[in-house]
């Protein structure tokens, strides 16, 4: 069965900290993974996508890596802002699955002044 | 504003009324999907069109529920008789054709009371 399991499910930082949030996932054959930022009462946003030959891609001061391997993707925010404050939502798709895509629960961010 | 719009954005509504929602895409975007979305979850599949045509529909979605995109442009999302159980966010979005990445609007909140 195809799964996304995120972690932690919830985090706390003070401002201008980094973290990282993690992604592992069964998905096969897998296709690509990406990550998406949901502020509170909003649709996701796209933050990056990562295909299987991509270790690591940067979206300003977010930075998501793979590792196709061990099926295993991370997302690292640096010197956090009270805008970061959201819920991260990693996203893999199976190859010749189409439309079908496999959400995980989602990482709930809280940045603290 | 050219991204995914949805309307209303919130609906409160009682135990056994009918409620339909509307989403309008991104206008060169082909494909259109409906998700469900309960609080500390990911998105979960409803539904999805590629231009008119209704490909896919999860078991979730029961007789209750019905989509349409009748000239493959804007979609609505239909439940009869709701259920306090149907409360919840429900996402709209829409991608081109590949490797979809989705667009979402910012959602239709429903509370059933």
């Known amino acids: 069965k195809n799964q996304v399991e995120q972690s932690p499910q919830s985090l706390i930082i003070l401002e201008g900290k980094n973290c990282t949030l993690q992604?592992?996932?069964?998905?096969?054959?897998?296709?690509?993974l990406r990550w998406y930022k949901q502020d509170t009462g909003r649709g996701p946003v796209s933050l990056t996508i990562m295909t299987f030959s991509e270790n690591t891609k940067s979206n300003g001061r977010y930075t998501a890596t793979l590792d196709a391997d061990t099926k295993q993707s991370s997302l690292h925010i640096t010197a956090s802002q009270l805008s970061d404050s959201a819920s991260y939502i990693c996203?893999?798709?199976?190859?010749?699955?189409?439309?079908?895509?496999?959400f995980g629960k989602g990482t709930s961010l809280l940045v603290t002044p | 504003d050219t991204g995914v719009s949805q309307n209303p954005r919130h609906k409160i509504t009682k135990r056994g009324q009918n409620v339909t929602f509307r989403c309008d895409p991104i206008s060169e975007h082909n494909r259109l999907y409906w998700y469900r979305q309960t609080l500390g979850q990911g998105p979960e599949f409803l539904t999805y069109?590629?231009?008119?045509?209704?490909?896919?529909k999860s078991r979730l979605l029961s007789d209750r529920f019905s989509a349409e995109r009748p000239k493959g442009s804007f979609s609505t999302l239909e439940i009869q008789r709701t259920e306090q159980g149907d409360s919840a966010m429900y996402l709209c979005?829409?991608?081109?054709?590949?490797?979809?990445?989705?667009?979402f609007g910012n959602g239709t909140r429903l509370t059933v009371t």
């Open positions: 996203v893999v798709s199976a190859r010749n699955s189409g439309y079908a895509l496999n």
């Open positions: 992604c592992n996932y069964t998905v096969s054959p897998f296709s690509n």
């Open positions: 069109f590629q231009n008119e045509a209704q490909l896919e």
């Open positions: 979005a829409s991608s081109s054709v590949g490797p979809p990445t989705l667009h």
